[in-house]
């Protein structure tokens, strides 16, 4: 039984011509379940009544199963999201002044265990589905009223919850055309925000085959911090990196890079340090998010002071990059950046955690 959450419009047309029906009821077909949130065949009233028995017959429309639903004062709402029997993700809503962001997981767990990151602390069980990743924003849209005919709430979609969505590109790809599609979510191409690590191959591959908006964590000026922050950079260093960047924007020629930059206490938060950035944000279009370390247990690292990163910031500012700082949200719910470990049967028994003393410099 095929599950049509998984299906972009390439592949509804694919299964419909298969069923000798015609491409245009594709397109109704992907309206029903992405922009009026129908779970049942019975529910489309303008398709003609064997279709939807044949339909009804060969496929189902089955998102993850809503097993957690937290919410604080801010408004900021995470979903625990039960996806097998062994695994369990969380997606992330977070309100603001007139847009609302919608933070999804790629991966149960994660395999690059950045030393600041809970989910990758977690270790890795495996990659999720085009349908366990677009059913987060089928069931956020469901849970916030837009399907009985509301607003949209969700304006927004980043993929900064679990996982490194360019490890799993197969099913990252069809999900984000999915957000982008008007028969789908009608989000705008610079709407919908990939963060990765900085796996270059993977940047590359989305940049021929959905160039939406693009954050890289860079979290350190120079390679030999890196290489002990975010392990990926052993493989892909800060000079490749930048490359891919720009290779990344000749796709997408009126964006800019975000870096995005984990503010560690004592670790990577010294004006040195910013200044050492200039010199990257020198060779790519690019601006900065700031995002204040959120603690989880036995992380090893603190948060930078508030005023650190006001400082950070204003090394940047005055060398007249963007230089921005994340608000830090879900306080209560663990539902801030990094701190989303949902609930992985590990296959890695990654278990340990690195000593503080071998992280600092
Ligand atoms: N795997 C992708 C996307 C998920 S993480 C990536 O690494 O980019 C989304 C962002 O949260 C990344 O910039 C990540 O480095 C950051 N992050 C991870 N742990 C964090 C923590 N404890 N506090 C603040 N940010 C964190
Ligand atoms: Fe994985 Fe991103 Fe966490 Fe690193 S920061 S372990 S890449 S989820």
Redesign the pocket.
Known sequence: MINLLSLDLQGMEALFAELGEKPFRARQVLKWIHRRGAADFAAMTDIAKDLRAKLAAAAAIEPPLVVGDGAVPDGTRKWLLKVDGANAVEAVFIPEDGRGTLCVSSQAG?T?D?A????GKQGFNRNLSAAEIIGQLWLANGALGCHAGGPRAVSNVV???????MLNLDAVIPAARLMIDDNGYGLSRRRVTV???GVVPGMDRLAAECPVAL???L?APDDALRDRL?PINRKYPIRELIGACNRYLERAPRDFITF?Y?MLDGVNDSDAQARALLGIAAGVRCKFNL??????TA?GFKRSPPERIKRFAEVLQRAGLTATTRKTRGDGIDA????LAGDVSDRTRRGKSVPITELRA
Do not use: D, K, Y
């Open positions: 994660c690059l950045c600041f990151c809970a989910t993929f900064m919850g679990m996982g490194e969505p963060s990765t690590s954050a890289v964590s979290h975010v995005e984990v995002i204040p370390f959120n603690p989880f992380s801030a950046c990094g701190q």
